[in-house]
């Protein structure tokens, strides 16, 4: 029988399951127990600030167990603890309930029936996706022009002033700063910040891209961050604007280049802030 590994020989990993499938929680027990991670079952949502005092690696939850209030549970866990790795592991979901979870934060989502070896190795990689950010955000702030990210804290400021970002933003910025100077497809953009292949016709990066471009221009509008390379995507190079320009070269008042279409309204409520 395969066996889970400690993915840290110096840290468990503490994990909390939302879901009232008795067996299937019984057998991960089991094997959780085995490999020396900590597991504790709830019987349904808690607040989401008794989830950060648990101090948790990962959440495993069944969104039926949650109820009608299942999407907003999600988002207000996955905004308030953004270093926690969140997998679904939900019966008869449809392509379209996967998508809205990945946007809104989810890291990953599993089919029932599963067995509980599949959801063991997905809570290890979403474990190491995690832990092998933290030393990024532990070497302090990346300076931009007028702009500090703070990677610790998953936000991005102008003169000690929060930005507001969502979690998803940040991590698009963080990815562009992250490869300052260098052009990104749309298509790697949202493989790394998605997590998943962009479907055809998806509009999200310039959904997200043009909200970031809004929030970064109102508080430093002295600055171009962002930059449009036309049909190949995107790249961050901080650079100051002389009076009388667009706040970023080559865009309409609307924040996209003017041989770009508006955002397919759809796939703009798909993408949530």
Known sequence: MLRPRNVNAQQTIRLAVIDDDSGFVTVLAKRTEAAGWQQRTLAGAIPPEELVAMKLNALLVDPSVLGDDAWGYLERVCGLLPELGVIVCAARSTVAQRVRGLRLGVDDWIAKPCHPEEAIARIEAVSRRRRRARPQAEAGPVLAGELAIRSDRFQAFVGGVSLDLTRREFELLQLLADASGQVLEREAIYQRVWGYAMAHGDRSVDVFIRKLRQKLEKASPGWG?????????????????????????????AGRPPSEPAADPAAARLAPS
């Open 225 to 253: 961050y962002i930059h449009t390379h036309f049909g190949v995507g995107y790249r961050f190079d901080p650079e100051p604007v002389a009076a009388g320009e667009l706040p970023a070269a080559g865009l309409s008042a």
